[in-house]
């Protein structure tokens, strides 16, 4: 009976140094903020302002950190006045423009992810900088709305 | 005259047999790069690029020991130049390289080059798009 418990005092006292000589924090016990790939993020953009198109709040997330050259995608809410997630009247648009160089950038392309809910694909960056994302509300290739989303890489 | 005539002609005849549009001199390898689909702006473009020894008239296909890289480079007109949209390649079979999501944006002063890298080499395929 007493070497069971013998052995149990070494077990504990094993596992007791071990737990203080591992590094590293319990994932656990962490205070860390979620990462952005989790959370969205829209902290390259400065804009502050509510977005509003076509008459409904307009909230642009960025689904993983956004890299130069590589293919970034943006989810895009629609929300009414009530907090309702609902569709534009006309069709979402979306464009890239680099307004000091003059220049865009590939088209972007736009899913329905349900009502309310679109995916924009193939937001390509091919420089550092400042650039304008357009989001446009069109009729056929008319322009009826648009509000420029800034970013900055 | 007839001797400096066939020594003249065996000349040229390998300059055209040893043909060899890019040549990486690290590994002695020629390569040679074809459009399957485009060039063109603002869509999807595709290409193949090829690798075989220095030499070998029949460009046998050899695959390159170092690793081997493609992006898209823009060349401006006021001397500066950037990247463009990263591309995916895929080693079909040993030293050929296919290439299906080549994007290049129109628009730009300037004109786009395929950047062929093999270690530390890196070599420039202008892209003519009418």
């Known amino acids: ?153 | 005259m007839k001797k400096l005539l066939v020594l003249l002609t065996t000349l040229v005849s390998v300059n055209i047999l040893a043909h060899c549009p890019l040549y990486f001199s690290a590994e002695d390898l020629c390569a040679d790069l074809e459009w399957t689909n485009g060039p063109a702006y603002n869509v999807e473009s595709g290409f193949e690029v090829s690798f075989w020894r220095n030499g070998d008239h029949n460009h046998e296909l050899v695959s390159p020991e170092a690793e081997v890289s493609f992006r898209p480079w823009m060349i401006m007109s006021n001397g500066h130049s950037h990247g463009g949209p990263a591309m995916t390649w895929q080693e079909v079979e040993a030293g050929l390289f296919e290439i299906n999501d080549a994007r290049f944006i129109g628009g730009m002063m300037g004109y786009w080059q395929v950047l062929i890298k093999v270690g530390d080499e890196e070599l420039a395929v202008k892209v003519e798009i009418e």
């Open chain 1, 1 to 153: 009976m007493s070497t069971v418990t013998g052995i149990h005092k070494i077990l504990f006292t094993i596992m007791v140094l071990m737990s203080l000589a591992s590094c590293g924090d319990s994932p656990f016990l962490s205070d860390d903020e979620p990462s952005n790939s989790i959370r969205g993020t829209d902290t390259i953009s400065t804009q502050t302002n509510e977005l509003i198109l076509g008459g409904l709040q307009l909230i642009p997330r960025y689904s993983a950190t956004v890299a130069l050259y590589e293919n970034n995608s943006i989810n895009i809410i629609f929300l009414n006045s009530v907090g309702e997630l609902t569709d534009p009247e006309y069709s979402l648009h979306l464009k890239l423009w680099m307004p000091d160089h003059g220049h865009g950038s590939f088209p972007i392309e736009i899913t329905k992810v349900q009502d309310g809910v679109y995916k924009a694909d193939k937001i390509f960056f091919t420089m550092p900088g400042y650039w304008d994302l357009h989001l446009q509300l069109k009729d056929g290739e008319s322009v009826v709305e648009e509000v420029l989303w800034p970013i900055t890489l």
